[in-house]
Nanobody
Framework: QVQLVESGGGLVQPGGSLRLSCAAS????????MGWYRQAPGKQRELVAR???????TYTDSVKGRFAISRDNAGNTVYLQMNSLKPEDTAVYLC???????????????WGQGTQVTVSS
């Protein structure tokens, strides 16, 4: 059983900052990649940022220079530092993890429950 536990969402004024955390637990053999998606009302879910097991990062264009994804030394917890937040960043942010479980060579996709980020004055 794998769990992704998210924290750090909330309400912030435009220009403010928030940091999201996502901790993966369970019978994890290795982390292929972890990241954050977001979904705003009436919009498709989009990838915000992703970090691979090797440390390669990817960002959607709209957050480049404002958001930074990182992970802890064990690699099972990922953080999203969000700076200079804009109203258009308002969405539910969902943690995603591609994990090898137990002794399997296959990778499985997991999702967190989501955390609301609201940017408003």
């Amino acid at each position: 059983q794998v769990q992704l536990v998210e924290s750090g969402g909330g309400l912030v004024q435009p220009g403010g900052s928030l940091r999201l955390s996502c901790a993966a637990s369970g019978s994890i053999f290795s982390v292929v990649a972890m990241g954050w998606y977001r979904q705003a009302p009436g919009k498709q879910r989009e990838l915000v940022a992703r970090i691979t097991g090797g440390g390669t990062t990817t960002y959607t264009d709209s957050v480049k220079g404002r958001f930074a994804i990182s992970r802890d030394n064990a690699g099972n917890t990922v953080y999203l530092q969000m700076n200079s937040l804009k109203p258009e960043d308002t969405a539910v942010y969902l943690c995603n993890a591609l994990l090898q479980i137990g002794g399997s060579m296959l990778a499985y996709n997991y999702w967190g429950q989501g955390t609301q980020v609201t940017v408003s004055s």
